[in-house]
């Protein structure tokens, strides 16, 4: 249970190597090669490329797969073990580097290539909320036109 065969089942992590083929029937799976829209590449890929979240690459599939999936949830508001207020109230918890080591703990890296693993993770996550917030001001700036006509 190393993690490094995780892929994405309808959207959430799972380890292929403990789920049978014919469980995930009519379910949407994507893997490492799924990811990237023609030559350009996921932003979790871009940002493991740039800041070297990898050695050997053994785990790098899974490391990815798993971080946009973590991503995901975040964005979500789900709690992690490392959350300190799970009141759905208190809304999703800063992404810190403990908040991001706990949420990617089931993938493990034998080489040692954590903390550029979670920068990797925190930098595709600082886009991720960016590029939210710029899809939020989009749909304020159409409602306001609706409005305004």
């Known amino acids: ?8 089942v309808d959207g959430r992590r799972a380890v292929s190597c403990l789920n049978l083929a ?3 029937e ?7 090669e799924g990811m990237a829209e023609g030559d350009r590449l996921h932003p979790v890929q ?10 050997c690459g053994y785990c ?14 975040h964005a979500a ?11 759905p109230e208190a809304g999703p918890p800063p992404l810190t580097p403990d908040e991001i080591r706990e949420r990617m703990s089931g993938n493990l890296c034998r080489c040692g290539a954590y903390v550029s693993i979670v920068q990797a993770v925190t930098r ?10 710029d899809d ?3 749909d304020q700036d159409v409602t306001t036109e609706e409005t305004a006509a």
């Not at 871009?46 to 050695?55: K, R, S, V």
């Not at 790098?60 to 949830?73: D, M």
């Not at 595709?124 to 917030?133: I, P």
């Open 1 to 8: 249970q190393c993690g490094a065969c995780t892929v994405l």
């Open 22 to 24: 014919v469980a995930a």
């Open 26 to 32: 009519g379910r949407e799976i994507t893997t490492i």
């Open 46 to 55: 871009q940002a493991f490329l740039d800041l070297d979240g990898y050695q």
């Open 60 to 73: 790098t599939p899974g490391q990815i797969c798993s971080a946009i999936a973590v991503i995901e949830e």
């Open 77 to 87: 508001g789900w709690p992690s073990a490392a959350t300190e207020d799970v009141r």
């Open 124 to 133: 595709a996550a600082e886009a991720h909320q960016a590029a939210g917030q």
């Open 136 to 138: 939020d001001r989009a």
